[in-house]
């Protein structure tokens, strides 16, 4: 008996296997298990198990009940009691179960664990709901084939760049549309200070593709270092190519970059390459990051020429390396104390953070003027907010207003205690002198 509107199920089925590529079998297969269900809830027995057939091309669907072939070392009858505590048998339900003897009557060759059909009256009132359950079933196989087509998409691009336009603003997350699919740009995956309007278009590295209970989730990144390494790859062909290689990469994201390059062919300058000519491919990257300072230094197998690299655009005069402490006192001229340390001590912590070791700064008197560990100042209100919020994407609230402030004042304390450090090197010398 047919009870569907066949043409307008078969155009579904071959529309779903041309655009969706979901074949007809597996929707035939869902939509057969989705009428059982619907029989079973509306006609069956507690119990029951129901099996249906379903034939797209007449629209024809027979119902039939199995009873699963079972004896006594399986099941206990309804008035008897277990046996004892390891009485592992299930209680006889003739919904669900038949003896192995009447089986054979029907069957003879019938075994144990064996399923036995019979068929069922297919109802006068069933076509409604089994339209419905065709439109539920047909429904959801267009959401998976949604979902395991970008899971499929996006997940084979994590760690490249994607452009999209924001869509809205909740509770601190961006939301960005990137055309077949929506990713959310967290706070904690923000630039500091970075602002966005509603339809503006966003660059940021695909970090990652989830599938969770609620759907695809698409997180984004723009303070990520590999957003850094992947910018340069668009605007440095030598890096695209791998002439140029990136052996490492540090960031305070929305401040300052340090990131270590090596040339494998000698007569390609690795750090030219990055800067262009006349600091253009450098000064495209420092746009996009929103003026985010970029040193681009040279890497070194020699851990005293690394270290003089990395803590550039400071002149050293001299690096001693004690290996047992994995630390490098590293002296420096008077005028180039303020650039080794760096604002906020910034400069010599990033240093510090590429190379791996632990870097000392002393003036050409041999006085300690400060380290990595020294000068690392304190969380600004901006990262406190940002750390109390960064372990739930759902729960993330918007502290906006008090991002500029606060970290303008930090700064400025931090250069501060440079000067006084300075000054206190400045007043030793004169009592020596003295």
Known sequence: MALFDLKSLNSALDELREERGISRESVVDALATALAAAYRREYGKRGQIIRATFNPET??????????????????????????????????????????????????????DEEIS???????????????????????????????????????????????????????????????????????????????????????????VDE????????????????????????????????VEVKGIVREPGSRAKIAVFSNDGHVDPVGALVGQRGVRVAVVT????????????????????????LKPAQILSTELIEDENRAVVQVAEDQQSLAIGRGGQNVRLAARLTGWKIDIRSTGGEKIGDAEEVAPEKTPFEEVKADIAGDDTEIADAEGDNAEPQSQDRDVADEQVEEQQEEVSEDKEKDAA
């Not at 048998?89 to 144990?112: T, V």
């Not at 899971?151 to 869509?167: A, D, F, K, L, S």
């Not at 929103?290 to 020699?302: F, L, P, Q, R, T």
């Open 59 to 112: 629209g024809d669907m027979e119902f039939r009940q199995a009873k699963i072939v079972v004896d006594t070392t399986l099941v206990r009858q309804e008035d008897e009691e277990p046996t004892g505590e390891d009485d592992q048998r299930s209680r006889f339900n003739p919904e669900q179960h038949i003896m192995i003897e009447d089986a054979r009557r029907i069957k003879r060759d019938a075994q144990l």
């Open 118 to 208: 019979f068929p069922l009256e297919t109802q006068e009132d069933f076509g409604r709901i089994a339209a419905q359950a065709a439109k539920q079933v047909i429904m959801q196989k267009v959401r998976e084939a949604e979902r395991a087509s970008i899971i499929e998409e996006y997940g084979e691009r994590e760690g490249e760049i994607v452009t999209g336009h924001v869509q809205r603003f909740e509770r601190g997350n961006l939301y960005i549309d990137l055309g077949r699919a929506t990713a959310v740009l967290p706070y904690d995956e923000q630039i500091p200070g970075e602002r966005y309007r509603q339809g503006e278009r966003v660059r940021a590295l695909l970090l990652r």
């Open 212 to 243: 969770g209970v609620r759907g695809t989730f698409i997180r984004l990144s723009r303070s990520h270092p590999k957003f850094l390494t992947k910018l340069f790859e668009t605007e440095v062909p030598e890096m695209a190519s791998g002439v």
């Open 287 to 310: 746009s996009e990051l929103g003026g985010e300072k970029i040193d681009v230094v040279e890497w070194s197998e020699n851990p005293a020429e690394y270290v003089k690299e990395a």
